[in-house]
């Protein structure tokens, strides 16, 4: 199973992306859990995803999670036109490749 995190500002925003996400992953039967959290909220549980992807909004913050990021987490931000759409394949797509890269270099 991957675990996919998004933070952003209050997790409201994204909550619409992670339902739309939620929709792609089950219709092709990706096994994932997916869920939005406010940063600071994120920030306390980051270490339990595989990656953390943050909203265009709070992208400033991308060094401090990396940061805080132990080695089996990624940190990285939503593309900001599959944000702008909310293009949850686009998103879902973007995580798994990100994390087939970083499992190819290691």
Known sequence: MVKILLACSAGM???LLVNKMQTYAASK?????IE????IEAK???NEWDIVLLGPQVR???KDFSELA???TCVDVIPPV??????GEAVVQFALEHLS??????
Do not use: F, L
């Not at 039967?29 to 859990?33: G, M």
């Not at 939005?36 to 940063?39: D, Q, S």
């Not at 599959?82 to 293009?87: A, E, I, P």
């Not at 890269?101 to 290691?106: D, F, I, L, R």
């Open 13 to 15: 925003s994204t909550s």
């Open 29 to 33: 039967n990706i096994d994932a859990s």
């Open 36 to 39: 939005a959290k406010p940063v």
């Open 44 to 46: 306390r549980c980051m």
């Open 60 to 62: 400033y913050m991308c």
């Open 70 to 72: 132990d080695e089996s």
């Open 82 to 87: 599959s944000y702008g759409t909310m293009n």
């Open 101 to 106: 890269n970083v499992t190819e270099n290691k």
